[in-house]
Each structure stands twice: as structure tokens, then as C-alpha cells.
């Protein structure tokens, strides 16, 4: 069974590496601190682009892997790039017999597969459904097992 990898975008985490990014970027452009130390400009821009690398990538590192913030969710499961919902566009969802089922507004319907995700890692994402999408178009989230 495998884990999800869960990464809420608004996180302390990524806060602080994209300040740590914006940081080294604003100090590598200010002449009086690059011209008293060599080649600390380059340093900067090359820590300042490898954090914000270490954000972006994460999603392609795990195989498995939900993202999210307060207005969307992006699902990668077995696939390369994953599928990204707004969840003011998600009408329901469904889990049944390890497929977890997404309705959007306008009929269209997605479907993962979570017959190798661990149960644990089932449960969290239904959560995160649940707690972001519940009241959209006043119909009920379905869930099963």
C-alpha cells in the first residue's frame, strides 16, 4: 500500500522557503552587499531558484501526491501530471470500492483509482474534500468505503 504525499500550499514550510527565495533575490540586486563579497549574487540567485524549485517539484518527486490551498485542490495519482478541481467547481464526490469519483459542475466526472493507497491516506483526502467543498450547489457529498 502506498502513502499519499499531502502538501497544503499555504503551509509554514512552503512560507518560509519562498521567503527565504524572495530574500536572496532582493539581496543579490543590492550593489552594496555583491560588491563586498565575491560572487555572492550568484550564490543568492542559485539558493533563491533552488527554493523555489523545492516548492514546484514536490508534486513531480511523489507519484502519489495531493496539493491544495483555500480554492483548489490539484490530484496526481499514478499519473504524470495529475488533475487540478476548483472546489467551487466540484458539485460531489463519491468513494466506492477504492475509486474516488469527482462530479463537477456542468456533468463531467473524474475518476482515480486508490486500490494501492493506504486507508489513512483515503480518509485525509476525503477530509479535505469534505471540509472544502461541502455547501457547493446545496448538494450533499456523497461518500461510501
Same mark, same amino acid.
Given at each position: 500500500m502506498r502513502k499519499i504525499y499531502f502538501d497544503k500550499l499555504q503551509s509554514l514550510q512552503n512560507g518560509i522557503l519562498l521567503g527565504i527565495s524572495i530574500l536572496c533575490f532582493l539581496i543579490s540586486g543590492i550593489d552594496y552587499f555583491t560588491e563586498k563579497i565575491e560572487n555572492l549574487?550568484?550564490? =543568492?540567485?542559485?539558493?533563491?531558484?533552488?527554493?523555489?524549485? =523545492?516548492?514546484w517539484c514536490k508534486m513531480l518527486i511523489f507519484r502519489y501526491s495531493v496539493s491544495w490551498n483555500k480554492e483548489g485542490i490539484n490530484i496526481r495519482i499514478k499519473n504524470f501530471f495529475g488533475k487540478g478541481f476548483s472546489f467551487r467547481k466540484i458539485r460531489k464526490f463519491q468513494i466506492d470500492d477504492d475509486k474516488l469519483t469527482i462530479y463537477k459542475i456542468g456533468k463531467k466526472k473524474y475518476e482515480f483509482d486508490l486500490s494501492k493507497v493506504e486507508k489513512s491516506s483515503k480518509e485525509k483526502l476525503v477530509e479535505i474534500l469534505e471540509q472544502n467543498t461541502v455547501g457547493n450547489n446545496d448538494s450533499p457529498q456523497i461518500t461510501g468505503n
Open positions: 549574487d550568484k550564490f =543568492l540567485r542559485v539558493l533563491g531558484h533552488l527554493c523555489l524549485i =523545492l516548492i
